[in-house]
């Protein structure tokens, strides 16, 4: 049976599900998602990622500053939509919208909840060392990521796997998921099952401090730092009062004392093994590949990096 569907996205990791349930028998009613905003050094307005999909789609897409007023309330009341989907929309869902879909507000988390509810889970997965992640398929509820959960789908993590290569593995995930449990709402055979908040964690926002590399730790969990927060908002050190953000990077087998150069290479000791810097940008500079890096950025063995 077709669902009349709101769908509520922002980020390019909501749009392969919109554009799955565009392919489906399902009917899109309209899309909210964040209003445009600057971007880059450039501060040119842009739309989001799901906007933009939308109107080259001819859906009719709403981006208002404030979700929680009558005007929205009364636009999705008037739809009488059957679900809506909410995927890293960015806004809090009013309490008194949750009654406006007959089969209630459906949301896609990345993760496999009640492990890492909250904003970052992607980052937080890869930067805890976790052997495998996935997505959730849940029912919103008045507090955060606490509603019960449909379905869930599995995928493993490796010690390169950074952030940006996951979020999309988990969008095409999410989204083949997604609409498996919309088809399971309309024929009338979904079961939801209520999390075990006893076990629950919590990925709290990242913030731009978090990317700084302390190097009297181990290797492996350097290493997650910069897989973990690559792109956003990236690990980095300071070096001579300059700032350098490491793109990518591989466990090395010397050994030193924490925050020495190991060679002329890049490779840095840790508290346990070290890191070898494949991919750097210096602060004002283009992202280079190490080789490249060092040939205008001398940084001899046995300096110190902090």
């Not at 290493?223 to 009062?241: D, H, R």
């Amino acid at each position: 049976m077709s669902q009349k569907i709101v769908f509520m996205g922002t980020p390019e990791f909501a749009v392969p599900t919109l554009e799955l349930l565009l392919k489906s028998n399902h009917k899109i009613l309209a899309v909210y998602s964040q209003p445009p905003s600057k971007a880059n050094r450039g501060q040119k307005i842009k739309p989001s990622d799901v906007e933009s999909f939308s109107k080259k789609n001819s859906l009719n897409v709403r981006t208002p500053l404030k979700l929680d007023s009558d005007e929205e309330y009364n636009f999705i009341k008037n739809l009488n939509p059957d679900i809506v989907i909410v995927i890293a929309y960015g806004k809090i869902i009013p309490k008194k919208f949750l009654n406006l879909a007959k089969q209630g507000f459906i949301n896609v988390h990345a993760s496999l909840l009640p492990k890492w509810r909250g904003a970052a889970p992607i980052q937080r997965s890869i930067m805890n060392l976790d052997n495998e992640t996935g997505v959730s398929i849940m029912k919103i509820t008045e507090d955060l990521d606490t509603g019960p959960v449909m379905l869930q789908a599995k995928i493993s993590i490796n010690q390169n796997t950074d952030a940006k290569i996951l979020a999309k593995v988990l969008s095409q995930l999410g989204a083949k998921t997604l609409l498996d449990s919309i088809n399971k709402i309309a024929d009338g055979t979904a079961k939801f099952e209520e999390q075990d908040h006893s076990v629950a964690t919590y990925a709290k926002k990242i913030s731009k401090a978090e990317g700084k590399i302390h190097w009297n730790i181990d290797a492996k969990k350097i290493l997650a730092k910069i897989n973990g927060l690559n792109p956003n908002p990236g690990a980095w050190f300071e070096y001579k009062k300059e700032r350098f953000k490491v793109w990518k990077a591989e466990i090395a087998n010397g050994k030193g004392k924490p925050g020495k150069t190991l060679d002329d290479k890049l490779t840095i000791a840790c508290n346990e093994g070290s890191i070898k810097i494949l991919e750097i940008q210096k602060e004002g500079k283009s992202r280079q590949e190490i080789d490249q890096f060092l040939l205008g950025n001398k940084i001899k063995h046995g300096e110190n990096i902090v």
